[in-house]
């Protein structure tokens, strides 16, 4: 059972929205296609996940603290006789591991190595379920999920789940038979509850942007043209004809608009002009009217 769904990552919404309005630098293509492939191998094992039969509780992208010390968890899969604590890795091509770094065969270069990662978050959640009285035992795991990776000198004793052997980490899983009981289910609660929704740490490799650069319109949101048209109450694209509910759309907008600009607020003239789209001001006051909260009953009406 899939207690807590994966959002998309809040840094990669960042990206998401600044690619389509300004030109980023090489370096920041780079660390956007990074966070782009490694949100799509999370996704991709997700899809494994939700294939496991016996009795388990799997939550998604905790963010947890403990003793003023912050970490997160790609996937916990809460188990009748173990929890399983899994970090999942999207990396392609060919590494090597030497003396516990791990470096790409083509370039040399040296990455952190995801299983030193591993084990801080392990020892912080063994620290948290003790916190709560809770004594199960935890199998700790890098899962490596792409499988055009290939990870020369990998040492047998290291936590390791190469792509040749996932379907066999869910084979094993699903013939291990699980029955779970009401702590199981009040330990998926409380962890949940300790979820930290504000991250303490900002994010590194945000390009500076300001409103008056970055450019405005209602883009496609499978091709990102802004070239759109409206059409039946929708918003069809001229370049790749992809289509979408006029209302959807604006609530897109809104949440690209909070989400950059958290300091300024949502009225119907910031959004319209955001989106400076071939609809009526009309429309949009329409939609955040259904949608939100108005505050104010003036010209100096907002929504929240």
């Known amino acids: 059972m899939l207690i807590r769904k994966r959002p998309v990552p ?29 949100y799509t191998g999370e996704v991709k094992f997700d899809l494994l996940a939700e294939q496991l039969k016996e009795e388990r509780l799997i939550i998604n992208d905790l963010f947890l603290e403990v003793n003023n010390s912050y970490f997160q968890i790609d996937t916990l899969i809460i188990s009748q006789g173990m929890i399983h604590l899994l970090e999942v890795k999207n990396y392609q091509g060919d590494w090597y591991l030497e003396a516990d770094k791990l470096y790409t065969v083509n370039t040399g270069r040296e990455y952190k190595n995801p299983v ?69 289910r009040k330990l998926a609660q409380n962890l949940l ?62 949440k690209e608009f909070k989400l950059l600009f958290p300091q300024r607020k949502i009225t119907t003239q910031s959004i319209y002009e955001w989106r400076s789209a071939a609809l009526s001001r009309k429309t949009f006051c329409r939609v955040l009217k259904k949608n939100f909260t108005a505050v104010g009953s003036t010209s100096d009406t907002y929504y929240e």
């Open 10 to 38: 809040e840094e990669l919404l960042f990206f998401r929205f600044l690619n389509t309005r300004m030109e980023l630098s090489e370096k920041q293509k780079h660390h956007y296609s990074n966070l782009e492939k490694g």
């Open 116 to 184: 030193d990662q591993l084990k801080r978050s392990t020892a912080l959640f063994r620290q948290l379920l003790q916190t709560l009285k809770q004594n199960y035992p935890v199998e700790a795991s890098v899962i490596f999920i792409n499988p055009e990776f290939t990870l020369y000198q990998a040492p047998m004793d290291q936590p390791i789940i190469l792509p040749t052997q996932v379907n066999r980490f869910f084979n094993d899983l699903n013939n291990t038979p699980s029955k779970l009981n009401d702590g199981h």
């Open 193 to 254: 509850s300790l979820h930290q929704t504000e991250n303490p740490f900002t994010f590194t490799g945000l390009p500076d942007y300001h409103y008056d650069q970055l450019l405005k319109g209602m883009y496609c949101e499978t091709c990102t043209s802004i070239l759109l048209f409206e059409k039946n109450s929708r918003l069809v694209c001229e370049r790749c004809g992809g289509h979408e509910k006029i209302e959807q759309a604006i609530l897109r907008s809104v």
